[in-house]
């Protein structure tokens, strides 16, 4: 094989998946603790791409620099190793398996379904316990809308919106995650009984971010954004989205480890929707696995996304459920801990499905 400069810079993305590993020793190794396990990997480099079988990685750190076998050492230690549970109060979220989040908005001008829940906090506290019956794990409350052109919403505004519902959700013992880009807005969520953050913005919206979630030493899922602190839908020239976005995200996930998180604590999401084109979305979902090389667990949210659109006849955002469920099936066969979704019942089903099958297979 010919191997790229030595100065390139180096990605791993696990390939090859496989039924069970049984019978190969050595061939194989499984995905961040899931239920995956794969035989290969495509080694990325600026211009460059190749497949190493499992067995072959071992004799590449020897042929390829020193710095970039320390490197493809630290991918592969994170790609395989296990993922730790996520707190949620006295819950845990286990992560050796694909969990569902369910949408829970309190906005009347989401892309998907705004105004739909009403604005009275209990019955949109209804359909976030629904959602936790119908099997969700986590219920992220969002109170302002992220979607293309959405007007910015006074974090006062955002505060009265989802603090009643996640006080509510709270009492019941429902893991919680909050959406949103606003220090002040994760203040009164964490306080009201949220356990994690979730920030389109990667903690880049507001410069006190960081230092709320530090304080709070709560989880966070850090979002790539094009653009974080005005919006997320900039369209910038991608040279490579699949390894342009891990860049971004791995530069990220560094600074928010410096600026007082625990590693363990941080979550990864690459931002389908959010300043790709349809092509680019699709390589995301496409190389998923990719951002295993993170060593964090990694969110996909792509439910009702405009890329289901785009390629079913422009059907409108609640006619996007079959296009759904065919990323989410995406996601976990790429291993994807958490799949952020609004149909949460139909979700659930087809993971549930998609887990015997994987256990009838492991089991041979």
């Not at 970039?68 to 050492?73: F, I, K, S």
């Not at 966070?220 to 995200?249: E, K, Q």
Request: proline share 7%; net charge neutral.
């Amino acid at each position: 094989m010919t191997l790229p400069p030595p100065a390139a810079r180096l990605h791993l993305r696990p390939i090859h998946f496989v039924d069970t590993p049984v019978g190969l020793d050595g061939q194989a190794a499984r995905l961040a603790g899931g239920m995956q396990w794969f035989a290969a990997y495509e080694l990325l480099a600026p211009g460059f791409r190749a497949t190493v079988p499992l067995a072959d990685f071992p004799p590449l750190l020897e042929r390829v620099s020193t710095t970039q076998a320390e490197r493809l050492q630290l991918l592969h230690a994170r790609i395989t190793a296990p993922r730790a549970p996520i707190a949620c109060g006295a819950r845990m979220l286990r992560l050796d398996q694909p969990l569902v989040a369910g949408i829970l908005n309190c906005t009347p001008d989401s892309f998907s379904d705004g105004g739909r829940n009403g604005a009275d906090p209990a019955s949109i506290a209804a359909v976030g316990h629904r959602m936790a019956e119908a099997g969700a794990a986590l219920i992220d409350v969002g109170g302002e809308s992220t979607r293309p052109g959405a007007a910015t919403v006074w974090e006062g505004d955002e505060i009265a919106r989802v603090v009643p519902v996640i006080e509510r959700l709270a009492a019941s013992g429902t893991p919680i995650s909050i959406d949103t880009r606003k220090a002040a807005v994760m203040e009164a969520a964490l306080a009201a009984g949220a356990h994690i953050v979730n920030d389109v913005a990667a903690l880049l919206f507001e410069p006190r971010a960081l230092e709320v979630v530090a304080r709070a030493g709560c989880p966070v899922v850090l979002m790539h954004s094009p653009d974080p602190a005005t919006g997320g839908h900039a369209r910038p020239g991608y040279r490579n989205v699949l390894t342009d976005v891990f860049d971004w995200l791995e530069q990220r996930v560094e600074a928010v480890v410096a600026g007082g998180v625990a590693r363990a604590n941080i979550l990864v999401d690459p931002g389908v929707g959010f300043g790709k084109s349809l092509a680019e979305n699709l390589a995301l979902v496409n190389g998923l696995a990719i951002f295993h090389g993170l060593g964090c667990p990694v969110l996909l949210g792509a439910s009702r996304k405009r890329m289901i659109g785009a390629l079913s006849k422009e059907a409108p955002a609640d006619q996007r459920l079959g296009g759904s469920l065919t990323l989410a099936l995406k996601g976990a066969d790429a291993g994807a801990q958490l799949i952020r979704v609004h149909d949460v019942g139909d979700t659930v089903q087809a993971l549930r499905v998609w887990r015997g099958l994987r256990d009838t297979a492991l089991a041979g």
